[in-house]
């Protein structure tokens, strides 16, 4: 199994707070992800990073920010948060074997369920 | 956005009986992977099929991906209780620097 370990698993927060949640990997992957799974909606893209200090928006980015300032780490900030953010967020890693062959297979973490009031 | 659409949402059925999942789009994907998720874990990778037509099994599930590369299916015969899970599709997008796409998933209960 890769090494991927996020933090918290469980956080229960107030409407209005800021709320910052880590993902840690042994891997020395390029890539990392964020992710919110919601009932019915699969898994949506919240901002990935393709390398330090590298990040980029993904479908569901408003809300969020994140930082990457070394390989293993990569936050997740919710600056203010709301109810609409409840949800369980995923990590995940890749390394892309480059365009020919580049099935982007990634690796996912245990998750974190935050709950905001 | 190209869009995923998973069909069941959701299936229970007796052990040893057959299931089928389908995962359709109207748009191509590069590939096209299937990945298992169970209670309160991530989602884990089973497998990544590429080429359209193309067939892939892994004991006693059975990938296919659509000529077109629109579509895929997967189809788990004589199902056990550790098949139970939450299954999603994904599709790689080229023209979106190779993100995945899921789709809503289909959740499969093997009851003994």
């Known amino acids: 199994d890769a090494g991927i370990t996020q933090s918290p698993r469980h956080k229960v927060t107030e409407t209005g707070t800021p709320v910052t949640l880590r993902c840690h990997q042994t891997?020395?992957?390029?890539?990392m992800y964020w992710y919110r799974q919601d009932p019915g909606h699969g898994l949506r893209l919240i901002h990935y990073?393709?390398?330090?200090?590298?990040?980029d928006k993904g479908e569901v980015s408003d809300g969020y920010s994140v930082s990457r300032s070394k390989t293993e780490d990569f936050l997740l900030t919710l600056e203010s948060a709301t109810s609409s953010q409840t949800s369980v967020y995923f990590c995940a890693i890749s390394e892309p074997g480059g365009e020919v062959g580049d099935y982007n297979e990634q690796f996912f973490g245990p998750g974190t369920r935050l709950t905001v009031l | 956005t190209q869009l995923l659409e998973q069909s069941p949402q959701f299936l229970s059925i007796q052990e040893g009986e057959n299931l089928t999942v389908y995962c359709n789009s109207s748009?191509?994907?590069?590939?096209l992977q299937w990945y298992r998720q169970e209670p309160g874990e991530g989602p884990v990778l089973l497998v990544t099929v590429v080429t359209g037509g193309e067939v892939k099994k892994l004991k006693r599930l059975t990938f296919q991906f659509g000529d077109a590369r629109k579509d895929s299916s997967l189809h788990i015969t004589a199902a056990q209780p550790g098949d139970t899970g939450l299954y999603l599709c994904a599709g790689v997008d080229p023209a979106a620097g190779n993100k995945l796409t899921f789709g809503g998933g289909t959740r499969v209960l093997v009851k003994p």
């Open positions: 891997e020395n992957h390029r890539y």
């Open positions: 990073s393709y390398g330090v200090k590298d990040t």
């Open positions: 748009s191509v994907f590069s590939s």
